[in-house]
């Protein structure tokens, strides 16, 4: 039997083994709607966020920074969330927009191919990835000071001269030299700030190992830098909205259990991929992202050089990154994002600020339809319209219910009347 053995070559020949099935992709997203400018002022518009939105800078990770597809450029950081919450407040948001094809460049549609918009391959390291300057006129810091794998720690300290070591090429990007996430935001002197942070401190599990200390930072050094991060931005602006995280990491799309797997085996048949028995009835989380082009990709390998079938298994080796996280790495996971919230939380409760959790999105309104491994390497929506190619990041549409549910969350907690896309989201706000 032929388990989990990945080849080099493998993604490189995944697009030859599913060209005939790529004919059946799905059609891109309809954009959101671009709204016109305001050229009038009123009392009502200023009661809706205007006058507060004038200085708005947005702290963050991936997900405020406008990733989609895992990349990102000037279009993607056009529709992510804070941009759309501030046309909601009738303004725009400063962006440090990026050039095509981006830094890095997102995947291209559908996976089957293989590479990321720009050409390159769709595993390169981030770091060998293009990285493309500002656009013209952009300055530094622009209000959306969010970087992608930004943990915690790191919007507290790292800089373009002392980046994350992981995205440093993004730095130079986002803020001006010298400047941390926090001391961009306090140089700005904001009027309201959003806190979009911790996902990445617990990132690591979606490699298949949870670690505190290792590949997870753990609650009790987590918990005071977030702290210090809330207590600056207290210091600097009057209003905020700080962002909690999901309950449960099975919300993502781009987890499925081994038993998703097996009942559909089938699907994998066309890319010479074997489901093995071990997956029936298991429990372990698969991170779809990695595991199912790599068995395409490794399948194909096979088939081209006489292999035979590769047989793609579900069971977790403790200790290694093998993008399975079994079952106490699931409820070790999970109660850690608990720990976390309370803490979000009770922060915004104690100073006052307006709170709403990311599982507005992934647990509210994304659903999982049936699990297929031909739905995922030939259609352009893999997860469905709210979320992007990468199976975690929002797209446009899923960044406008997360900007919906900031504005309802602020209209409550500072008796705004910023409109929502599509109406009263009231719910989002009382979570």
């Known amino acids: 039997m032929h388990t989990r053995r990945f080849y080099p070559a493998a993604l ?7 060209a005939a099935l790529a004919a059946c992709a799905d059609g891109p997203v309809a954009p959101t709607e671009t709204r016109q400018p305001i050229t009038q002022a009123s009392p009502e518009l200023f009661a809706g966020g205007e006058g507060i939105f004038q200085r708005y ?5 991936s997900i405020s920074m406008g990733v989609q597809g895992d990349g990102v450029y000037a279009a993607t950081q056009q529709t992510s969330w804070p941009a759309q919450l501030a046309r909601l407040a009738h303004r725009e948001l400063s962006l440090p927009l990026i050039q095509a094809p981006g830094c890095s460049a997102p995947l291209m549609a559908p996976l089957s191919t293989g590479k990321r918009t720009s ?13 493309m300057p500002n656009e013209a006129g952009v300055v530094l810091p622009a209000g959306n000071v969010a970087i992608d794998g930004a943990r915690t720690g790191q919007a507290l300290t790292a800089t373009p001269e ?19 996430q926090v001391t961009a935001m306090e140089s700005q002197n904001p009027k309201i700030v959003s806190v979009e942070l911790g996902g990445n401190d617990i990132l690591g ?3 298949g190992i949870y670690a505190p200390g290792v590949n997870i930072v753990p609650v009790s050094v ?3 830098q977030y702290r210090q991060v809330v207590a600056r931005v207290d210091a600097a602006a009057k209003h905020a909205v700080l962002v909690g995280l999901v309950n449960d990491v099975r919300s993502f799309p781009a987890f499925r259990t081994g038993a998703e797997f097996w009942a559909a085996r089938a699907t994998f048949a066309p ?13 372990n989380l698969m991170f779809v992202p990695v595991i199912v082009p790599t068995a395409v990709g490794t399948g194909a390998f096979y088939a081209s050089n006489g292999l035979g079938q590769y047989t793609l298994s579900c069971t977790d080796i403790p200790g290694t990154e093998d993008y399975i996280l079994d079952v106490a790495g699931t409820a070790a996971t999970n109660a850690q994002l608990a720990a976390m919230n ?13 709170y709403f959790p990311l599982g507005a999105l992934y647990e509210d309104v994304v659903t999982k339809p049936a699990f297929n491994a031909i739905t995922v390497m030939t259609t352009s929506q893999p997860y469905g319209p709210y979320i992007s190619l990468d199976g975690i990041h929002p797209s446009a549409e899923g960044a406008r219910v997360i900007a919906d549910a900031a504005a309802v969350a602020l209209n409550s907690t500072y008796q705004l009347s910023i409109p929502t896309s599509t109406g009263a989201l009231a719910y989002f706000a009382r979570r």
């Open 205 to 207: 599990a979606s490699h």
């Open 342 to 354: 309370v803490v979000i939380r009770n922060e915004a409760q104690a100073r006052g600020f307006a």
């Open 57 to 61: 800078v947005a702290i963050g990770t």
């Open 222 to 224: 987590w918990e005071p």
């Open 162 to 180: 002392n980046p994350d070591p992981g995205h440093a090429t993004q730095y130079p990007r986002v803020l001006a030299p010298g400047q941390s």
């Open 12 to 18: 490189a020949v995944a697009a030859l083994a599913v």
């Open 271 to 283: 890319f010479n991929v074997a489901v093995s028995a071990d997956c029936e009835g298991n429990a």
């Open 119 to 131: 050409g390159e391959g769709a595993g390169l390291t981030f770091l060998l990835r293009q990285c």
